[in-house]
């Protein structure tokens, strides 16, 4: 079987993307494949140090993930409520990405989606999979294991998540130029032409300084939308010093204080690449 990833994304910010061993063309959440392959991951060109060393990953097996961030409706018919800012009318739809979701909240939601479309929960903390069993957040949740052999959904790693808005590229951006505009992503442009804030050089532009509906803007060529901006997007991995080299399957630091999130959002300056 194979593996089917979703992302979320948080407000301020995150939202997620799930993985999963079962696939049905009917999924509500709209999957894309992606092939197994090798990347060279981070920048040393950055001025950021975290984004250093560049270092080569390989990703053995491929896997499905959600073509777009969670919706709020998504979210909603799983947990029962909806934490978001920018708040849709679900009645009507409610395909704005549900935003002010935490870590914590995205593993919950893909046990309890696992478990209502027949997978077997990927996360387990204290044994059990059952997230009504795991209590408050804390410092117990910061020892979640991943369940051997689970066909459930689960976030992506940082790897996977960067290898998937990649898909494929080299530059800052997903389609293959270094710079950004507003007619490619939801991000904050409204700036002085020539602005600081504006990535290399990328044109100043009118932002909806809110979320936008998924799907609003092209995808990558592996079919995968908002992976620039609109939301942010959870990873599993601590942030971490990377290593020289990714090796086979990297999936980050083993532990740490922050989890990774990907991508940017509505109310970054300038945009983000793929590697911040």
């Not at 993985?19 to 060109?45: H, K, N, Q, R, V």
């Not at 961030?69 to 018919?77: A, D, E, V």
């Not at 799983?78 to 934490?83: A, G, L, S």
Request: hydrophobic fraction near 35%; include cysteine; glycine fraction near 10%.
């Amino acid at each position: 079987m194979i593996k089917k990833i979703i992302s979320l994304t948080l407000f301020l910010v995150s939202v997620f993307i799930l993985s999963t061993c079962g696939f049905d063309e009917s999924d509500d959440y709209g999957m894309a494949w992606i092939p197994p392959g090798t990347f060279w991951m981070g920048d040393d060109l950055s001025d950021f140090a975290i984004e250093k060393p560049e270092h080569q990953v390989t990703l053995v097996k491929g896997f499905y993930m959600s073509k777009f961030p969670i919706t709020q409706r998504q979210y909603y018919s799983v947990m029962k409520v909806n934490p978001s800012t920018f708040e849709a009318d679900l009645a009507i739809g409610g395909n704005i990405p549900v935003e002010c979701v935490s870590w914590y909240d995205a593993i919950v939601f893909c046990n309890k989606l696992s478990k209502k479309n027949g997978f077997d929960p990927v996360y387990k903390i204290s044994d059990s999979t059952d997230p009504s069993y795991w209590g408050a957040p804390g410092a117990t949740w910061d020892a979640v294991e991943i369940v051997s052999g689970a066909n459930g959904y689960r976030l992506p790693t940082e790897a996977e998540w960067e290898y998937a808005c990649r898909a494929g590229t080299k530059t800052a951006f997903n389609w293959k130029t270094d710079k950004i505009t507003t007619d490619q992503a939801n991000f904050y442009a409204d700036y002085p032409e020539e602005s600081p804030y504006l990535y290399n050089g990328s044109p100043a532009g009118e932002s909806p300084e809110m979320t936008t509906e998924v799907g609003s803007y092209d995808p990558n060529s592996w079919k995968l939308y908002d992976m620039h901006g609109n939301v942010w997007e959870w990873c599993w991995d601590w942030y971490g010093v990377y290593p020289e080299d990714g090796g086979v399957d990297y999936r980050g630091s083993s532990t740490g204080t922050y989890r990774v999130m990907r991508g940017g959002a509505w109310n970054n300056e300038g945009g983000l690449p793929p590697q911040k």
